[in-house]
T-cell receptor, first 109, second 117 residues
Framework: GQNIDQPTEMTATEGAIVQINCTYQ??????LFWYQQHAGEAPTFLSY??LDGLEEKGRFSSFLSRSKGYSYLLLKELQMKDSASYLC??????????WGAGTKLIIKP | GAVVSQHPSRVICKSGTSVKIECRSL??????MFWYRQFPKQSLMLMAT?????????EQGVEKDKFLINHASLTLSTLTVTSAHPEDSSFYIC?????????????FGPGTRLTVL
């Protein structure tokens, strides 16, 4: 079966750095997405990785290792507004998005 | 960037009535639109995939006669929840895939909060 694992919840301090991991087992791979979702709102796009390596975009970076079926989202200089759920999703061989359950990130002052 | 709108954003209805939710891609043409449902504290659950001009493909366990999907154009898809019941209360989110998109990214609408009394 297809499976995406990410931690249920993480807590970090304002101004610090946090890394949210995602491991996946899917039928085929056409890219991995990270989305941010605030409570009661729809997801918003953060990043897309299809090749191995690190993609940096401002305070957020995303890493992919296809051989290990592993990705992480790195958030630097955390701000209170970063409190949200972070969803990892993989595009499988049928170009269907397979979603992780999301990681709820709690930022403390 | 690509914008997807949903209407209404919030709806409250009585049990047994039908509710229609519209999803529009405002500044791009979408080959495919997706309908998701999300219950509190859970991840997105894909309900159906909709291609313009053809019948929607429903995920296992989703009743196609209860959740009617019409994808009449490259910019509009509608989801009708027929004979809604309290257990249908959820957050319904649509997304659209760009016709010429390189990343196969899905752009999400803002969601519709349905409450069935």
């Amino acid at each position: 079966g297809q499976n995406i694992d990410q931690p249920t919840e993480m807590t970090a301090t304002e101004g610090a750095i946090v890394q949210i991991n995602c491991t996946y087992q899917t039928s085929g791979f056409n890219g991995l997405f990270w989305y941010q979702q605030h409570a009661g709102e729809a997801p918003t796009f953060l990043s897309y990785n299809v090749l191995d390596g690190l993609e940096e975009k401002g305070r957020f970076s995303s890493f992919l290792s296809r051989s290990k079926g592993y990705s992480y989202l790195l958030l630097k200089e955390l701000q209170m507004k970063d409190s949200a759920s972070y969803l990892c999703a993989v595009l499988d061989s049928n170009y269907q998005l397979i979603w992780g359950a999301g990681t709820k990130l709690i930022i403390k002052p | 960037g690509a914008v997807v709108s949903q209407h209404p954003s919030r709806v409250i209805c009585k049990s047994g009535t039908s509710v229609k939710i519209e999803c529009r891609s405002l500044d791009f043409q979408a080959t495919t639109m997706f309908w998701y449902r999300q219950f509190p504290k859970q991840s997105l659950m894909l309900m159906a995939t909709s291609n313009e001009g053809s019948k929607a493909t429903y995920e296992q366990g989703v009743e196609k006669d209860k959740f009617l999907i019409n994808h009449a154009s490259l910019t509009l898809s509608t989801l009708t929840v027929t004979s809604a019941h309290p257990e249908d209360s959820s957050f319904y989110i649509c997304s659209a895939r760009h016709l010429a998109g390189e990343m196969n990214e899905q752009f999400f609408g803002p969601g519709t909060r349905l409450t069935v009394l």
